[in-house]
């Protein structure tokens, strides 16, 4: 064992899939716990505003781990990780609609791989919305990625005042620093392997 193992300690090697799946379920879990927040302190959502709300967080928390991907991985590598991470995301959502759904078309196979489809051209058309942000957030946050997001939702989701435009963004940036920690932390746990 070298000086830089003793000092460090050694990654362990895990696959790429293995990698993306387990931040995925993070990813997952983050953006369902800050859509419950938002909604305890913003004003209760229907189950399809419930769903269309994860949807719009799940597609922000999918951009944040690809900016940190392409940083870490380079375009190409970043890219076979994006497809195993949406892959990932996409399994959990199934699963999540099938087994939450109180009307039986949601359990219909048909129905939930429609849902799955939706969700992924919804991530595409996200995915170029947000990458003409230069900034995620900034210490001035209107005009930021987050700031934006954060009034995108305070106005198709609830009332527009500036205590609900604060509570959500307040959220939509402990959700961001969440994925930040994921990430890192999956880096410094696993040497990821192609």
Same mark, same amino acid.
């Given at each position: ?5 003793? @000092?460090?300690?050694?990654?362990? !090697? ?7 799946? =387990? %931040? ?5 879990? @983050?953006?369902?716990?800050? *859509? ?12 399809? +505003? ?5 949807? &719009? ?11 940190? +991907?392409?940083?870490? /991985? ?7 990780? #994006?497809?195993?991470?949406?892959? *990932? ?6 699963? &999540? %609609? ?10 219909? =196979? $048909?129905?939930? =791989?429609?849902?799955?489809? $939706? %969700? ?7 995915? &170029? ?41 307040? $959220?939509? #940036? ?5 994925? *930040?920690?994921?990430? $890192?932390?999956?880096? !410094?746990? /696993? &040497?990821?392997?192609?």
């Amino acid at each position: 064992m070298g000086i830089f193992d003793k @000092l460090f300690g050694r990654r362990e !090697k895990t696959s790429a899939s293995d990698a993306a799946f =387990e %931040l995925s379920q993070s990813l997952y879990d @983050l953006c369902i716990d800050t *859509g419950v927040e938002i909604s305890k302190r913003c004003g209760q959502l229907t189950d399809e +505003a419930q769903w269309q709300l994860l949807d &719009e967080l799940l597609a922000f928390a999918y951009h944040v781990c690809d900016r940190h +991907a392409f940083g870490l /991985f380079g375009p190409v590598k970043r890219s076979v990780f #994006m497809d195993l991470l949406l892959e *990932g995301i996409r399994a959990r959502y199934a699963e &999540e %609609l099938k087994r939450l759904a109180k009307d039986d078309r949601f359990r219909e =196979e $048909n129905y939930v =791989e429609a849902q799955c489809l $939706n %969700l992924i051209k919804f991530f595409g058309t996200r995915q &170029e919305e947000y990458g003409k942000y230069s900034k995620l957030t900034d210490r001035e946050p209107v005009g930021t990625l987050c700031w934006d997001l954060s009034k995108s939702i305070a106005k198709n989701f609830f009332a527009k005042d500036i205590p609900t435009l604060t509570t959500i963004y307040m $959220n939509i #940036m402990v959700l961001f620093a969440s994925l *930040g920690e994921a990430f $890192n932390t999956l880096e !410094k746990k /696993f &040497e990821i392997v192609f």
